[in-house]
């Protein structure tokens, strides 16, 4: 695998162009709206230049959605197609992860910039203007609509995805108005969830265990490596696995703590207390972030009485490392770091709590494997999907997290502790209460399942946890099972359509282009006629008249429809005894669409035909409702072709 970092500070620049890209999330629209034309435009060139022809472009984010236009732009040179048909080719080999649940996240340009630096590429495709904003989304008329990158993107990819079960229904939701009259559920986006890429987080212990476990050629990030192993070892084994990573960590701490001291010019006496802190013995909590509104990594402190009081308990003692940063324009980010830093500085718990500066990734490959608890506190559903509590996965590291992201999915009662609930809450007070309940669990359940210990002085409980944890998420939340759910889900489809589109100098593209501007041309003179319906013999019959103007009845498709019905289905996954998570996929079931059979001319009419369905009357009549849409088989129906007709 190679990776190509782009770069404008060449000596051969202006002062202006080497300072483009300068830094990351730089200031201003314009500097963005420049930097993100080096790297969609730019890096589809360096490909061409290096002579690499990629099949799948994955845009990570829509910063690189410009790339869109500079792949359909060098098939056509190439192959001389029309410009549709580049687009309708080159797409298919396209595909767009959104990676925020909000939809400030996405970049947007003022149309006038677009037109100072992006226009002139448009020209060269022979794109119109207004083409190219209605590319960038909202109305094309009208000019106070911004272009936005995540909008360029959808436009131009055959596969979407968010990256997590909640982040995908929530991307869904966040797209739905560029889907008009289709049902959210249907709004094309689907997911992956994340994974973390495990020799980089597991520790040379951690390594070492899971070799033990697994003795034989398994792939170390192999989907199932060692589901089983990890149950079959021992208790004491795993017990004093993690014991030992507890060890490495608090000396660590020690010894960074020392140094940040140090560097600080702190006096003797503290100096001392830092090469005493924390205790190997001790139950262990990390939380550390980029300080940010939504993480709310002010709440685990939200009520620094009741903390302190956890951590000095003396039969029960725990302690608590932390880590932070923020971004240096981010004020209320900032205003957490201090707070945290303010905490860890109170003389009651001088030797339970720590903050460690300049979070960064060798801390956290230290802090990682040597917490027993990761803490994290999003406001659901920002967290898209969160992966610092995956990295205590393969460690033998348990999570505490509310609702969000990954552990909405992950979450079970055997594997580690939730807070909130699966609602989305904005009310003021909100904090407090999440606050209060973390301090509870951590009181109630955490901290006694860490002590109850058995005559050998193993917490069987927590051990049974940490078995079910690391056996079932490890694998699970690993980059080698996101990496293949890319390969299987949108890497391969998308390549094989690419191929089909563009063989035989585009033919099919040419041909789905043409399909399209038909249903451009005559969608609005669709219509339907009558309905009936029968029952006979527990069947609906229904049969339906519609009048496809100048359209060829193989262009479309008349079909019902019927919402998903989520009770029924729920009850059924809970009976059979299937997972939360499994559930979770069936309440999200494909709503009932049923095909109806063009069943003969419409007496008396010009291209009207007589529709019909029978269907086990299994409910209500009513849930059903006819409807036209899209029809081709080479196309991604309602991505690339969003057109549909109700009959209500
Ligand atoms: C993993 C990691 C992150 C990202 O954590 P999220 O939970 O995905 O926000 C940020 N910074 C560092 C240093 C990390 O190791």
């Not at 701490?253 to 010019?265: A, D, F, I, N, P």
Request: charged share 25%; hydrophobic share 40%; net charge negative.
């Amino acid at each position: 695998m190679s990776l190509y970092l782009l770069d404008s500070n060449d000596p051969m620049n202006s002062p202006w162009d080497r300072a483009i890209t300068a830094n990351l999330y730089a200031p201003g629209q314009e500097r963005r709206l420049i930097q993100e034309i080096v790297l969609g435009i730019g890096g589809w060139q360096v490909l061409e230049k290096l002579g690499i022809e990629p099949e799948v472009c994955h845009l990570n984010e829509g910063h690189a959605a410009f790339v869109v236009l500079a792949r359909a732009y060098s098939f056509m040179k190439k192959t001389g197609c029309s410009l549709a048909a580049a687009l309708w080719a080159t797409r298919a080999g396209n595909v767009f992860t959104t990676h925020t649940p909000v939809e400030a996240g996405f970049d947007r340009f003022d149309r006038a910039l677009v037109d100072k630096y992006a226009k002139f590429y448009a020209d060269l495709l022979g794109l119109s203007r207004l083409d190219l904003m209605a590319l960038g989304g909202g109305r094309a008329e009208d000019e106070s609509c911004p272009f936005t990158m995540a909008h360029l993107a959808l436009n131009g990819c055959s596969h979407v995805n968010g990256v997590s079960r909640l982040h995908g229904r929530v991307s869904r939701k966040i797209f739905q108005p560029h889907f008009a009259r289709w049902p959210e559920i249907e709004v094309p986006v689907g997911y992956v969830t994340n994974g973390v890429h495990i020799s980089t987080w597991d520790s040379p212990a951690a390594q070492k265990l899971w070799a033990e476990a697994c003795p034989r050629d398994c792939l170390p990030d192999g989907i199932d490596y060692l589901k089983d192993g990890i149950t079959r070892q021992s208790d004491s084994q795993l017990w004093s696995f993690r014991a030992e990573a507890r060890k490495d960590l608090v000396e660590y701490v020690r010894r960074r703590s020392g140094r940040q001291l140090q560097e600080r010019g702190a006096g003797q006496e503290e100096l001392k207390i830092a090469r005493h802190v924390l205790n190997p013995n001790v139950l262990t909590l990390g939380f550390a972030r980029r300080a940010t509104a939504y993480k709310r990594t002010d709440l685990l402190l939200k009520n620094p009485e009741r903390l302190i009081a956890i951590l000095t308990d003396r039969a029960h003692p725990v302690q608590l490392v932390m880590a932070a940063k923020a971004h240096p324009s981010d004020e209320q980010g900032k205003e957490m770091v201090k707070q945290m830093v303010n905490f860890a500085a109170r003389p009651e718990i001088s030797d339970r709590a720590v903050f460690l500066e300049d979070y960064d990734i060798d801390l956290a490959q230290h802090l990682q494997p040597g917490v027993d608890v990761w803490i994290n506190t999003p406001l659901r559903p920002n967290e898209a999907c969160g992966t610092s509590g995956m990295k205590v996965l393969a460690n033998g590291g348990l999570n505490i997290s509310n609702l969000d992201g990954w552990w909405d999915e992950a979450y079970d009662p055997e594997v580690g502790w939730c807070l909130g609930d699966e609602r989305e809450h904005s009310e003021p007070g909100r904090d407090e209460v999440d606050a209060e309940q973390l301090y509870r669990l951590l009181v109630e359940k955490v901290v006694p399942l860490f002590y109850e210990r058995d005559e050998e002085g193993i917490p069987k409980g927590w051990v049974a946890m940490m078995k079910a944890s690391m056996a079932r998420l490890t694998p699970r939340y690993s980059s080698a099972r996101m990496m293949q759910e890319y390969v299987e889900k949108i890497y391969r489809p998308a390549a094989i359509a690419f191929r089909k589109r563009s063989a035989d100098g585009a033919r099919l593209a040419e041909e789905l282009a043409a399909w399209q501007e038909r249903l451009k041309e005559n969608w609005k003179d669709l219509r339907f006629g009558r309905l009936t319906m029968t029952e006979a013999d527990d069947f609906w019959c229904f049969s339906v008249e519609a009048y496809l103007g100048e359209l060829y009845p193989e262009d479309v498709r008349v079909e019902l429809y019927a919402n998903p019905l989520p009770e029924e289905k729920t009850e059924a996954g809970a009976e059979a005894g299937i997972s939360k998570g499994e559930v979770g996929q069936i309440m999200q079931s494909a709503p009932e669409k049923i095909a109806m059979e063009r069943l003969g001319p419409l007496a008396g009419a010009v291209n009207g035909f007589i529709y019909g369905a029978r269907l086990p009357a299994k409910r209500a009549v009513e849930d059903y409702t006819p409807r036209i849409v899209p029809y081709h088989g080479g196309a991604f129906i309602p991505l690339e072709e969003a057109h549909i007709l109700w009959m209500h």
